[in-house]
């Protein structure tokens, strides 16, 4: 199993919640703002491993922030900022800005050795999956802005 932070001590126990039904559907994407009965209760039983075990916003990460190129879930339609603005997923703010995409990338916890083209679309995958196109100042900005 993989770690998430792999820079850190420790073993790769983690929570999946897979976002696709056997037909390959988003389960928790009923076309509504509220989102379905399956995302309401995912997220209350997210805050509630969160709050019992101590995991801070940050240490909520998906497959594509952990192995960029090689997974793509929850995909661009996830809703980050949903998350974010209930103090489920971070970061919400950057204390210091780096300069660098990658260090920026690295400082938002984008940890996984790949390549820059990879790393840039795993965070715009995360932080603005509508952005296309060369790589622009606004790619610093790795936060949700709720």
Known sequence: MAKPFGEREGNGFHTHVSLLDAGGRNVFDD???AGSAALRQAVAGLADVMARHAIPPEGVIA?????????????????WRRLARQ???????????????????????FTAAVDRDTLLAAARLRFAPWRTGPETAEELKLWHRI
Do not use: C, V, Y
Not at 63 to 79: E, I, L, T, V
Not at 96 to 109: H, I, K, L, V
């Open 87 to 109: 103090g489920l997923a971070g970061p919400t703010s950057q204390a210091a800005q780096p300069s660098d995409f990658e260090a920026a990338a690295r400082a938002a916890g």
């Open 63 to 79: 497959h594509s922030d952990m192995a960029p190129g090689r997974k793509g879930d929850p995909g661009p339609r996830f809703d």
């Open 31 to 33: 076309g509504t703002a």
